[in-house]
């Protein structure tokens, strides 16, 4: 242990976690309820001289702690944990691993993997059970002190956009920014850049009501990524739950996510983050010991009842976080807490989600977690979206969260694709239009809790949807094994890009049926970035290595089929702003729904079987008399390749407008008697009372 002079370190308290400026000095504070001493190692500027090692003074309810009078913010530090190192009973400590403090706001450089990071000797018979004693300290990035307070929010104002009003657009920071020549170069790829005026204006132009990014928590790239020349793109591997991801800062630095954050506020948009505490970087029992395994392996994650050598690997990355611990739970609500409150962000989407319920028994909606959330008097105010499914024994858990959620709706997404290849899910369908009231219609929860997808990051884009029967991942170096099989997708008759006419049309069309059904369903719409314009993967459907054009969206190449899409889709969505019958609010709000068969009658119990085309009414007597404001719609759906002649119902007064029709532009078409429409193969029509 190395003498240290120059800095003292004082008892401290153990009342706030992590490295604390109060203005005269840092307290330190790291929870471990099986370490036996921890010491604070400080370094100088640069990340690889060590300057002190102080021994934390003081250990209160689990907590070590202590204070270092003047030191500043911009202080770089780790830790280094003793304790017991016996794998079989769930122990891994070893001092000579520097460990990232679980609560760090922010990191300083990038891990550069070697051999030094793991805990056990590589070569040893029995592996993980070895001891290693290489110091890991100069390949693992220092945690650096920050002062919360001068980072300025200038009265930012929350948008807080009533549920029902929401369109959620995913998007990633560096894909969406990387290649958009109105962007200045040395911000393309940053927070800086998403946040610019170029983006945020675009955003708007569309109609977006919240941005939902994919994981800004700090991120490593996984060695045997970086040894294929490919990187973590998508950042689902979290490592550090309170700091930024540093290779998406700009000039500004952690400024930049705030100025960021500010921009989308004042143009009245919310930022949604996609966080990842189910899991951590640091794999199952052979993989490194960067942090959590090396403060208290025990605690922080769940292991084999009968074997705690090995981990419970309910999220198939190796390793699942014990949020049944108080104490992990209190670094998850910490964490929420943080984001929310000291970078003002205005909601989350949990990565398989469904972890976050799990107790020793199972999941359960009414679990810790979910209880502190619920309660909550900052979080349980924003938008909370689950993923709500995972890997292990009951963890597809779609309409089983909480009230206050909202949750990804897979079987929309799943139920949509295959109404739209023309099989028979009619009955199925329907259902989804009008917001899985199967699923949500219990405890209270409205039809907003179903957010409804085409496509996610996860996946193909919607062009590719559309172009390609089968997935094209060769360039993720994994011989096309990865990435989903079941698409439910199709190409129409060739494979990938065409020039055949016909083929283009019938893509061009599905992709407007499959966007109109998606913003005029019932519901969360989310939309991918830049399915509102065809963007394509080229057929790969899991781009999480692919930090490349494959991933990018590309701003420099628009067709007219291009920006006819995106004009459709603003249309869309101005369509949904503007009229309440689009984006229902509540099961009891006095709706009446009445479902047709082509010949005009109500549909059957029968034909509900038979796969049918088929026609909803929409209507609402009691709305408000404002102009504009629609009381009756009336929308034709038919999947299928050929013309259907759907006879118009008739009832009410007034007859019928022909709104919008996604086999082309005949809106304004006036029907007043029981006529056959000519409802187009593959089509939508949308009717309104005139």
């Given amino acids: 242990m190395k003498k240290n002079t120059a800095f003292e370190i004082r008892a401290g308290h153990g009342q706030?976690?992590?490295?604390?400026?109060?203005g005269k000095g840092v307290n330190f504070a790291l929870f471990s309820a099986h370490a036996e001493r921890v010491e604070l190692c400080l370094y100088d500027p640069s990340g690889k001289n060590e300057i002190a090692r102080l021994e934390l003074p003081e250990y209160t309810d689990e907590i070590w702690h202590g204070y270092v009078p003047d030191l500043k913010p911009g202080a770089l530090y780790g830790y280094r944990v003793y304790g017991p190192y016996d794998p079989e009973n769930g122990h891994r400590f070893n001092p000579n691993k520097l460990l990232i403090d679980p609560y760090a706001r922010e990191l300083v450089g990038d891990i550069q993997w070697n051999d030094a990071h793991f805990g056990y000797a590589l070569g040893h018979e029995d592996k993980d059970l070895s001891f290693d004693e290489r110091d890991s300290a100069p390949f693992t990035p220092k945690c650096r002190v920050i002062d919360p307070q001068a980072l300025d929010w200038q009265d930012d104002a929350r948008p807080s956009i009533p549920w029902p009003h929401a369109v959620v657009y995913e998007s990633h920071v560096k894909g969406f920014t990387q290649l958009n020549p109105a962007i200045p170069a040395e911000l393309r790829g940053t927070f800086e850049g998403m946040g610019h005026k170029a983006s945020v204006d675009y955003i708007k132009s569309l109609g977006i009501t919240s941005v939902e990014l994919l994981p800004v928590h700090w991120f490593p790239d996984d060695q045997h990524l970086l040894d294929r020349g490919l990187k973590n793109f998508w950042g689902y591997n979290t490592l550090g739950f309170f700091a930024p991801a540093s290779r998406y800062y700009g000039p500004a630095g952690i400024q930049g996510f705030r100025d960021m954050v500010r921009a989308y506020h004042d143009a009245g948009i919310e930022v949604i983050l996609d966080v990842v505490y189910n899991h951590t970087a640091e794999g199952n029992e052979l993989g490194p010991t960067l942090s959590f395994k090396g403060i208290d392996n025990y605690s922080y994650y769940r292991t084999l009842p009968d074997q705690h050598r090995y981990y419970i690997n309910d999220t198939g990355t190796g390793n699942t976080v014990n949020t049944s611990h108080p104490r992990v739970l209190q670094m998850v609500m910490d964490s929420l807490r943080y984001w929310a409150q000291a970078m003002h962000v205005d909601g989350f989407r949990f990565d398989l989600g469904t972890i976050l319920g799990r107790e020793p028994e199972g999941f359960d909606p009414r679990g810790g977690f979910f209880d502190a959330v619920t309660q909550d008097p900052v979080l349980s105010r924003l938008k909370l979206i689950g993923e709500p499914w995972d890997i292990g024994p009951g963890g597809y858990q779609v309409g089983g969260?909480?009230?206050?959620w909202g949750e990804w709706n897979d079987k929309y997404r799943d139920t949509v694709r295959e109404y739209w290849r023309g099989e028979n899910v009619t009955t199925d369908f329907a259902a989804r239009l009008l917001g899985s009231g199967d699923l949500y219609d219990l405890r209270g929860r409205r039809p907003w809790a179903s957010v409804n997808f085409i496509t996610a990051h996860d996946g193909f884009t919607l062009n590719d949807l559309v172009s390609y029967?089968?997935?094209?991942?060769?360039d993720n170096g994994e011989d096309n094994n990865d990435g989903h099989n079941d698409n439910r997708s199709s190409n129409y008759g060739e494979e990938g890009p065409t020039e055949n006419a016909d083929i283009i049309a019938i893509r061009e069309q599905q992709k407007r049926n499959f966007l109109t059904t998606l913003l005029f369903s019932h519901g969360t719409p989310m939309l991918l970035a830049g399915d509102e314009f065809g963007r394509t993967q080229k057929g790969n459907n899991n781009g999480y290595c692919q930090d490349s054009e494959i991933s990018w969206v590309d701003w420099a190449n628009f067709t007219e089929h291009d920006n006819a899409l995106r004009d459709f889709t603003r249309r869309l969505i101005a369509l949904r702003a503007a009229q309440p019958l689009l984006r229902r609010e509540s099961w009891r709000d006095g709706l009446e729904i009445r479902w047709f068969n082509a010949g005009g009658g109500p549909q059957q119990s029968e034909q509900w079987d038979e796969g049918s085309t088929i026609g909803v009414s929409i209507s609402r007597p009691d709305l408000e008399q404002e102009e504009g404001i629609w009381h009756d719609v009336l929308m034709l759906f038919n999947p299928f390749e050929g013309t259907v002649p759907f006879q118009i119902p008739q009832f009410g007064e007034g007859g019928w407008v022909l709104e919008l029709s996604t086999a082309g532009?005949?809106?304004?078409?006036?029907?007043?008697?029981?006529?056959?429409?000519?409802?187009?193969?593959?089509?939508?029509?949308?009717?309104?009372?005139?």
Avoid: C, M, W
């Fill in 16 to 22: 706030q976690l992590g490295a604390n400026y109060d």
């Fill in 401 to 404: 969260f909480p009230p206050g």
């Fill in 469 to 474: 029967s089968e997935k094209h991942n060769a």
């Fill in 665 to 690: 532009d005949a809106r304004g078409a006036v029907i007043t008697d029981a006529v056959d429409f000519e409802l187009a193969g593959r089509s939508i029509a949308l009717f309104r009372r005139p």
